[in-house]
């Protein structure tokens, strides 16, 4: 028996080698599959100089069009013209109250004015969270919202009036024009995306006429309604879009804002599962599920600093994946990645189209934009990412005449009151 002990040894190692040679061959296999679908998805979500100048050139067009026709004619923005006209001048005096409501939370504002020397004597906020069950349901549709704040403070006993309604784009506009005369813009970036801005009167065809009583007006765009065929949009859109309630509409923010850029993610990471096994043999149940990827989960991933991506380990074990690989994790990163560039480079091409609109594209005046939002201000690559491309659009020199920068001081709704009483 002893003369056939080598054989047997021999036919071991054999069958061994084949073994892990089979394996490094499937591993390899599934690699150029994980790198098909990303540089797939790299290549669809791609978004160089020119391709966003095409997009900035898109939207100065729908604003001209919606500008010019009382119906929008085949513009995709609203363009609506905000009826407070007035903007702060930086010597309001006496105290005022503003209250945002937000996507998760109601913040209540108390700013004490102080006049031409004093600015801001005083600012106090309170944040209360808005449980999601009161975020949804129709019983006030309809209705007049100053009207139904104001009986419920007066049912309440609280010796107040609500005086003004403005939304989140034209609040971050006004406390942004009071901290500095050269501002001209402000954007969402959020859970979800608009854009305000300062228009000169004589700009506005359809309002010519007794509307218009200054020579400036804010413009409200909803530019999350935008659309044009240059926006790079990939399977993973058109099946969220085909899924959603509001099909083929909001298609901007879609790309953009901070509601969807972690479900599109999922989607992306659902297929590499699927089609790859990345995530193991068996696809994490919750990784089916629309909406279970957070755009904050995401955020913390792609920011993860760890030597092993510790980070990006843990939420995979969140979602059903106990031993995930360096690789897949790296790879998990890189999709983070593709997905925020896309949205940070297609928010500055709008900023970019607002400016050229205004004309200060081209010029070396100073620009002030001010942008709010948690998608801005607690995503820093993200926010790299929109500085960046913004500073690429614009060229060297010029592109230093263009501040971008976070509405810090929140008070834009409270000031409008202020603006009125003067």
């Keep these: 028996m002893k003369r056939f002990t080598p054989v047997v040894v021999v036919a071991a190692v054999a069958v061994g080698c084949a073994i892990v040679g089979l394996a490094t061959t499937r591993g390899r296999r599934r690699m150029k599959r994980v790198r098909r679908i990303v540089d797939g998805l790299a290549q669809q979500c791609g978004t160089p100089t020119a391709k966003l100048w095409l997009l900035a050139d898109a939207m100065v067009g729908d604003m001209h069009a919606a500008l010019s026709s009382s119906d929008g004619g085949k513009s995709t ?29 109601i913040r209540f504002v108390r700013v004490k004015l102080g006049g031409k020397y004093g600015r801001v004597l005083d600012k106090q906020s309170i944040d209360i969270p808005v449980p999601s069950k ?49 501002t001209v813009a402000s954007v969402i970036l959020g859970m979800g995306t608009n854009a305000g801005y300062i228009e000169n009167a004589y700009a506005i065809p359809k309002w010519q006429g007794s509307l218009v009583k200054a020579e400036e007006m804010i413009i409200n ?86 030597q092993d991506l510790e980070l990006v380990g843990e939420k995979m074990k969140e979602f059903g994946v106990p031993d995930s690989s360096l690789m897949s994790r790296e790879i998990v990163v890189e999709v983070c990645d593709i997905i925020a560039r896309r949205s940070a480079r297609l928010a500055a091409a709008g900023i970019v189209g607002i400016l050229k609109k205004l004309g200060r594209d081209g010029t070396h005046q100073r620009s002030v934009v001010v942008v709010d939002g948690g998608l801005y201000e607690h995503y820093r690559l993200y926010r790299d990412y929109l500085h960046e491309a913004v500073k690429e659009m614009l060229h060297g020199k010029l592109s230093n005449n263009v501040i971008i920068k976070h509405d810090e001081c929140g008070i834009g709704a409270a000031l409008l009151p202020a603006t009125h009483s003067m």
């Design 134 to 182: 009161l975020m949804v349901g129709s019983s006030q549709v309809g209705k007049d919202v100053l009207l139904e704040l104001n009986e419920a403070l007066e049912k309440h006993g609280v010796a107040m009036r609500v005086s003004t309604l403005v939304n989140d784009a034209v609040g971050a506009l006004v406390g942004g024009r009071y901290s500095s005369s050269d």
């Design 221 to 306: 765009m909803e530019w999350g309604n935008f659309c044009s065929s240059h926006l790079p949009i990939t399977e993973f859109d058109v099946c969220l879009d085909a899924e959603g309630p509001n099909r083929d509409e909001k298609v901007y923010e879609k790309l953009v804002s901070g509601m969807y850029l972690g479900d599109i993610v999922r989607r992306v990471l659902l297929k590499l599962a699927k089609e790859t096994a990345l995530l193991g043999n068996i696809i994490p149940p919750k990784l089916m599920i629309p909406f279970s990827l957070r755009t904050p989960d995401v955020a913390s991933m792609h920011q993860d600093t760890s």
């Design 77 to 105: 923005l609203r363009m609506l013209h905000s009826p407070h006209s007035s903007l702060p001048i930086g010597n309001e005096e006496g105290l005022f109250y503003g209250m945002d409501f937000g996507d998760t939370h």
